[in-house]
């Protein structure tokens, strides 16, 4: 399994366990926090093009809570992602950042996409916030063993094996792909 399909299962994944328990208890609140489960549905369902229409037009719609909007920009920039409209999707996580720059998923989705473009550094710096803003645990467990990957991209031998280690001491399950294992070992 390549890196690039490693990093979209783990996106997928939390994705899965994230959005719908959110998307569901807004959507008993109103119509708007409705149309966005439908939308984060129709993303987890892989759905691309009605997950893109539906968060549109809560996007779009002026009376959408404004701490909503950084939530349906990252799920549409996921579903742009996994287009391959790369640019469309960086404008939506770009702009879910400067809505709410404490959105951890935001970071990292933007950090995947940065990645798959080798441009490694910016991934480093995205996953630093992205772990920065979150707890221990699984989740950012995932972080670290995706920057340990871009170090590792860009020759960081070091700063790589610390993440690792730290991904493994997080989430003892996490795995490192093969050719990254003999850093763990010294």
Not at 23 to 36: C, L, Q, T
Not at 37 to 42: E, S, W
Not at 46 to 75: F, Q, Y
Not at 175 to 184: E, G, T, V
Request: charged fraction near 25%; glycine fraction near 4%.
């Amino acid at each position: 399994m390549t890196q690039r399909n490693i990093v979209l299962l783990v996106v997928a994944l939390l994705m899965l366990c994230v959005s719908p328990a959110l998307a569901k208890k807004k959507a008993a609140a109103d119509p708007i926090s409705a149309e966005y489960a439908k939308g984060v549905q129709a993303v987890n369902e892989r759905h691309w093009n009605d997950g893109i229409a539906l968060l549109t037009k809560v996007i779009d719609n002026p009376a959408a809570p404004k701490e909503l909007i950084p939530l349906a920009l990252t799920n549409r920039g996921t579903a742009y992602a996994n287009k391959k409209m790369t640019t469309e999707a960086l404008a939506d996580l770009n702009k879910a950042i400067e809505l709410n720059p404490d959105y951890t998923a935001a970071y990292y989705d933007r950090a995947r996409i940065l990645a798959m473009q080798n441009k490694h550094a910016e991934a480093v710096a995205d996953l630093s916030k992205a772990i920065e803003h979150s707890k221990a645990g699984k989740p950012q467990a995932v972080y670290y063993k995706n920057r340990g990957l871009s170090y590792g991209a860009m020759s960081k031998l070091d700063e790589a094996k610390a993440d690792f280690k730290k991904a493994k001491e997080l989430n003892p399950a996490i795995k490192i792909p093969m050719h990254y294992k003999p850093l763990l070992k010294q």
